[in-house]
């Protein structure tokens, strides 16, 4: 039997070197992606050197799943120029149109008003309550350079991700009830096919759709 338990520990040690090459190049993966980010924020001079378009405001310009790629400086914004703000209260930036700045005389700070060029009213309705105009912290950056088109793998991901939620979930409601008919008939485990197994391979099965769907977020 000592050949068998040698055997044995070698295959331990081999799953072993594979689980630690997966998680050195993971790990690897993403320093890199993080070393990466971290240089465009330097380059860039902004938290999101890169966005995504979410709406339509901004059409026929920017469209829905254009990516951009932002730019800040320490010149103020001027009248005319695209920027991605952040608004008091509200999680996503807004990527508009500057249409008027005022510069104030005592320190040369510069507020920003914005607008949309597909909306017909600017964004004071988008501020916080009582705020007429954008402040230099708003500002995430400037739009100097556009991928039309390419953001809309982001849209497929989630839409993706949403359709196959709801097919895991339904999955999972008729593998139960099938689980469910098979019990009270006493036949779980029973003939051939894949809902005559053991109740806790249902389990573990609804357990593992869950887990997936939470990785592919």
Sequence with gaps: MGWIGETVDSIKSIKIRQLLTQAITLGMIVTSALIIWKCLMCVTGTESPVV??????????FKRGDILFLHMTK???????IVVFNVDGRDIPIVHRAIK??????TGHVDVLTKGDNNDVDDIGLYADGQFWLHRHHIMGRAVLALCWMGHYYHV????HQVYTHWCT???RYNIQRLRQHTNKHVCGQGSGFFNC??????FLVMSLNLITNQIL
């Design 170 to 172: 339904g999955f999972a």
């Design 52 to 61: 995504v378009v979410l709406s339509g405001s901004m059409e026929p310009g």
């Design 198 to 203: 053991n109740p806790h391979h249902h389990i």
């Design 157 to 160: 991901r989630e839409a993706y």
């Design 75 to 81: 010149e103020p914004i001027r009248a005319g120029e």
């Design 101 to 106: 700045v005022h510069e104030r005389e005592n």
